[in-house]
């Protein structure tokens, strides 16, 4: 059997951490988690989609080294009212890095990307020797 140790917690306080932690910090886009991506593989050539709305093409990096290739943002918003008697600013920072470890298949020089309506779409052409589209049916001797 293991023994675990009580810890008395208020549970008002940790309704009202989880409220601003979680529901409010979500609303008010203080949060920045890593973009859903697709991988998808034709006879030629893989897809990566990453789905980053709200971003401009210059945002991204993307960078390949060592057959990873990573793509990374920071972002920096800046948001200022000022009224009668006082000012106030809101600060947002984020960033992501998302890295994809590519196959021996793909032929480096030739990959692309393009930013539209919020996906960014990257393009990883195959190697000439890869692309053979081998299908056959073996029969059971």
Do not use: C
């Amino acid at each position: 059997m293991t023994l675990i140790k009580w810890q008395h917690r208020n549970p008002l306080t940790d309704m009202v951490n989880n409220l601003f932690d979680n529901d409010l910090g979500d609303f008010f886009g203080k949060r920045f988690s890593d973009p859903a991506a697709n991988i998808i593989e034709n006879n030629d050539s893989f897809g990566l989609d990453i789905a980053a709305p709200g971003m401009k093409k210059d945002d991204f990096k993307i960078n390949l080294e060592n057959n990873i290739l990573t793509i990374s943002t920071e972002l920096e918003d800046e948001k200022r009212e000022e009224g009668k008697n006082y000012t106030r600013k809101e600060f947002y920072y984020g960033s992501f890095s998302r890295s994809f470890t590519l196959p021996k298949t793909v032929d480096l020089d030739k990959i692309t990307a393009e930013y539209e309506n919020g996906i960014l779409k990257v393009v990883l052409p195959k190697k000439e020797e890869s692309r053979v589209d081998i299908r056959k049916e073996i029969k059971i001797a």
